[in-house]
C-alpha cells in the first residue's frame, strides 16, 4: 500500500475500476494522493504489479461487515446430549427420545451417553442394546454416524440428521 510498493511501474485501475495502464509507481502514488485515496497492490505476481486506487479503510470497514453478515447466516451444527442408565424406564425412554428427536429437527447433532454404576458394568451388553434400540426409534429422522463405544464407564452414541 502506498509507499511499501517498490517497483519502478505498475499498472493502474482507477477508482471506478477503468483501466488508466502502465505507470511509473511514483505518478501512481502522486495521482492517489490528488484524489484523496490510497495506492494498494491487488495482484503483487503480475508483471508489471497491478495496483487500485481505493480509500482502504472503506475497504477494510465493508469487508469485515460483509464478514460479519456471513457468520449471521451460518448454521452452527451443536452436539446436543442424553444421558440414559441401563436400568432407564421405558416412560423416560420415551421422554429422552422426544427430545432427542426434536434435538435432530432442529439440525443438531445427538449424543447419547449411557451411564454405568457399580455392578451395571457386568451388563455392557444391555446397554448397548438399549442405545441400538434408541438408534432405530430415530432412523427415520437419523443416521447413525458414531456406533455405540465404550469409553471408561460410559456408552456413547453419536446421531446425526439426515439431509
Given amino acids: 500500500m502506498n509507499e511499501k510498493i517498490r ?9 471506478d475500476g477503468e483501466q488508466i495502464g502502465v505507470v511509473p509507481t511514483d505518478d501512481a502514488r ?3 494522493r490528488l484524489a484523496g485515496l490510497d495506492l494498494v497492490e491487488v ?11 481505493m480509500d482502504f479503510g472503506k475497504y477494510k470497514y465493508e469487508h469485515r461487515k460483509k464478514q460479519q453478515k456471513a457468520r449471521e447466516k451460518q448454521h452452527r451444527i451443536r ?3 442424553i444421558r440414559l442408565r441401563p436400568k432407564t424406564d421405558e416412560h423416560d425412554f420415551n421422554v429422552k427420545l422426544a427430545r432427542a428427536r426434536r434435538f435432530l429437527e432442529q439440525g443438531n447433532k ?3 451417553t449411557l451411564l454405568f454404576r457399580g455392578r451395571e458394568m457386568a451388563h ?10 434408541f438408534a432405530q426409534e430415530l432412523e427415520d429422522l ?16 453419536l446421531l446425526n440428521r439426515i439431509q
Avoid: F, H, W, Y
Fill in 7 to 15: 517497483v519502478p511501474e505498475v499498472r493502474l485501475v482507477g477508482e
Fill in 30 to 32: 502522486e495521482r492517489a
Fill in 43 to 53: 495482484a503483487a505476481e503480475a508483471r508489471p504489479p497491478v495496483c487500485r486506487m
Fill in 79 to 81: 452436539i446436543k446430549g
Fill in 110 to 112: 445427538v449424543q447419547v
Fill in 124 to 133: 455392557i451388553d444391555l446397554g448397548r442394546n438399549l442405545l441400538i434400540r
Fill in 142 to 157: 437419523s443416521s447413525v454416524e458414531r456406533m455405540p463405544k465404550m469409553e471408561g464407564r460410559r456408552m456413547t452414541l
